[in-house]
């Protein structure tokens, strides 16, 4: 749109603190192709008539326990700071909130959903850290566990911080992908280019510890239980035409919110019956509020925010029974190609150094080879109580260079959506894990699924499933009912025996 409606030598202004230095480059090209310039604003227009803007928020920031973060946040400092070191780099500048919460264990709730304290952190090669954060946020005792290393600086000092980098000709590791164009500019500005390059705390931070592992292992276990409570509520109730879209996402948040642990929702539910469903990214409202009707399809996409785990689950279900004839043989025949999809990403084994966008095509071979496809990726990344979405990592057809390594979360989510009529998708977590082959001359690399929560059997079309496909499907309802069982009423654990039934 630049590129066309531009005015040859036309001057088209930004605000560096909004775009990073990859975005900039893009919307520099774009202004060219019009024969026109880009200028950074010292100010946002914006930001002159937005006179009833919110203020920033100030909500507490309190450590994360070690118990649940598995490695003091001393020793997560030291290395990544030696990493810094190593490579010749003597500081790196943080301006992702969920990097600077996971290197220092605190966690804020500033963000809807998501527990993160919005700040700025320089991370120095000793493993010292500069934070530049609202002084007014920091609860009783948080400077004790932030210790002697770490120095708690006003949010106007980061500018005057990153002046004296560039004084002293520090080498500053910069991500261009993430950091603000402001960051570069003041850098630059002082003489001190910054070094472009991935944020260090990324990788780290995606290679889950044992301790969160165990955690995630335990919250999905616990959320499993929740949505198995759902989904037998969900199967007597709906068919009576009682329950809507908004009744739906609200009794799950309930059944949620029993846990200790629970603190929040991870994402706000998608909640999408009938056509509904066939919005990828739907959100329901009173406007937009469906009826649950017995012969649709509900597609239920829904997660938690637990103090050892993050969680996030799509389940699609039929509400009553399958429609008869060619509606109910189409609706079959989708659900179980996107099945398929899951159980090939669920299965593979692959090299170590192997990419999520190299095994991607295996989400959607099933549905290829009937003409269909889904406008997604396939996969992403997953915190440990922080964000539902987190980097470097996915599983998505757009070319990704990080490798999958043990530790790793990852949604697995194929789909399919057909327009005006319903939506699918099988979404679980799944955790990289080693794997070993006799003879095998690779190091290899697998997945492990974390979620437990029965897929509905009324929609698979049995045909279309091969041997080991079943026995995949047979295996994950028997240890879904094994470890579900226990943690649920009478009433759900009689609807789970029939519920994960062998389809063998």
């Known amino acids: 749109w630049i590129a066309e409606n531009l005015p040859k030598g036309g001057v088209l202004g930004y605000d560096p603190w909004l775009h990073t230095v990859d975005g900039v480059a893009r919307l520099k090209e774009a202004a060219a192709k019009a024969g026109g310039t880009l200028q950074a604003l010292p100010d946002n227009p ?25 490695k003091a946040a001393a020793e997560k400092r030291h290395e990544v700071g030696a990493t810094l070191a190593k490579e010749g780099i003597d500081a790196a500048v943080l301006t992702l909130p969920d990097s600077i919460a996971w290197l220092l264990n ?27 954060i609202e002084k007014l946020k920091l609860a009783p005792g948080l400077a004790g566990h932030l210790g002697n290393e770490v120095a708690v600086h006003a949010p106007a000092e980061f500018g005057p911080a990153l002046d004296r980098l560039g004084a002293a000709k520090a080498r500053v590791l910069v991500d261009p992908g993430s950091a603000p164009a402001w960051v570069f500019d003041r850098l630059a500005a002082v003489g001190a280019p910054p070094v472009k390059g991935d944020d260090p705390c990324a ?5 889950k510890n044992p301790v969160e592992i165990a955690g995630t292992r335990n919250a999905h276990r616990r959320d499993g239980a929740a949505v198995a409570r759902f989904l037998c509520w969900l199967d007597r109730e709906a068919p009576e035409g009682r329950v809507t879209e908004l009744d739906a996402a609200a009794k799950l948040h309930a059944f949620r919110r029993e846990n200790e642990l629970f603190r929040d929702l991870s994402f706000d539910t998608i909640a999408g019956a009938g056509p509904n469903g066939a919005i990828v990214h739907y959100r329901s ?17 829904s997660g938690a925010q637990y103090l050892d785990g993050t969680t996030d689950i799509t389940r699609t279900v039929i509400i009553g029974a399958v429609p008869d004839g060619p509606l109910g ?14 159980i090939a990403i669920a299965t593979v084994r692959f090299p170590k150094g192997t990419s999520g966008s190299q095994i991607d095509v295996l989400a959607r071979m099933a549905l290829w080879q009937a003409g269909l496809d889904y406008d997604h990726g396939t996969g992403h990344g997953v915190g440990s109580y922080l964000g539902v979405h987190e980097g470097p990592h996915r599983i998505s057809k757009l070319p990704n260079r990080v490798g999958l390594e043990p530790g790793m979360i990852v949604s697995n989510e194929p789909g399919y959506y057909k327009t005006r009529s319903y939506g699918i998708r099988i979404e679980n977590l799944v955790v990289v894990v080693p794997v070993e082959v006799a003879g095998g001359e690779r190091e290899l690399r697998g997945f492990e699924t974390l979620t437990l929560a029965p897929i509905d059997q009324r929609l698979i079309e049995p045909s279309l499933l091969t041997r080991d496909e079943i026995a995949w499907l047979d295996a994950y309802h028997a ?11 009478d009433a759900t654990a009689s609807w789970l025996i029939q519920a994960t039934r062998p389809l063998g």
Request: glycine share 6%.
């Open 106 to 132: 605190i966690r804020g709730a500033d963000v809807p959903h998501t527990p993160l304290p919005l700040s700025f952190a320089i991370l120095h090669k000793d493993g010292t850290v500069d934070l530049f």
């Open 285 to 301: 409202t009173a406007k937009t509020n469906r009826l649950l009707s017995p012969g649709e399809i509900f597609l239920l996409d």
């Open 329 to 342: 043989a189409e609706m079959r025949d989708r659900f179980t190609r996107v099945l398929k999809g899951h």
């Open 203 to 207: 990788l780290p931070k995606a290679c």
């Open 479 to 489: 240890r879904v009912r094994e470890e579900l069982t226990p943690l649920v009423d």
């Open 46 to 70: 914006l930001d002159a008539v937005w006179t009833d803007q919110p203020p920033p928020p100030i909500s507490p920031v309190v450590p994360h326990d070690l118990v649940y973060a598995g």
